[in-house]
């Protein structure tokens, strides 16, 4: 069966530090990888995504970046962190034979920038 | 633009039936999907929509009509474990999903 890892499962992280966070999936093969924000009161916000190795979409212009330096990981990160970019991160896949697209979310990286 | 709408909150009484709506515009359709999502915890599937009607999964239903861009998820015999959010996301023409805010439900005793 197939299963995804994430973490760190929390951070707190100073303004302008760096940030790197990872995620794993296993018993799959070329599996359609994404990053996800989650804010309060707001719908999931999708950050990059990715259908193959080195292939990275980004759908929002912020100060994050993604890599997926092996076929079943994506890793997201940052130079210097803001403020805003506190928040929920989901980390996610989908198979890419699957017409319906399910996602199938890792368990979730809080981040707290101070 | 694309937008999603439903509820912020809602409660309801453990064993009755509760919906919740969702309404969607997006650039194309290619299906409609409900997760559930307990508080700090990842999204969970729950179903997908893509042809008008209703679908059934045990306890749970989720029903679309495409001409009304409207789904709604059905919960009948609520049980105090199904206090918890349920995003309603449309997947667009470009495949890619676009995600309501979400409707907390809380289950009274």
């Known amino acids: 069966s197939q299963t995804i890892h994430q973490w760190p499962a929390t951070l707190v992280q100073p303004v302008g530090s760096p940030l790197s966070l990872e995620c794993t999936v296993e018993?799959?093969?070329?599996?359609?990888l994404y990053w996800y924000r989650q804010a309060a009161g707001r719908g999931l916000q999708l950050l990059f995504y990715s259908v193959g190795i080195g292939q990275i979409s980004s759908e929002v212009p912020q100060n994050l970046s993604a890599s997926r330096p092996q076929d079943r990981q994506f890793i997201l990160s940052s130079k210097k962190l803001l403020l805003s970019d506190s928040g929920f991160y989901l980390c996610?896949?989908?198979?890419?034979?699957?017409?319906?697209?399910?996602?199938?979310f890792g368990a979730g990286s809080r981040l707290t920038v101070l | 633009g694309q937008n999603i709408d439903q509820p912020t909150e809602m409660t309801a009484t453990e064993g009755a039936i509760v919906q919740i709506n969702c309404t969607y515009q997006t650039s194309g359709f290619n299906g409609l999907f409900w997760y559930q999502q307990h508080a700090g915890e990842a999204p969970t599937f729950l179903s997908y929509n893509v042809l008008d009607g209703l679908e059934e999964k045990g306890r749970f239903s989720s029903f679309l009509s495409r001409s009304k861009g409207y789904s709604y998820l059905l919960l009948k015999e609520l049980q105090m474990k199904d206090s918890a959010s349920y995003l309603c996301?449309?997947?667009?023409?470009?495949?890619?999903?676009?995600w309501g805010a979400g409707t907390k439900l809380i289950i009274k005793p």
């Open positions: 996610a896949w989908s198979a890419l034979s699957d017409g319906a697209n399910v996602l199938t």
């Open positions: 018993g799959t093969s070329n599996p359609n």
């Open positions: 996301a449309s997947m667009d023409s470009n495949y890619q999903l676009i």
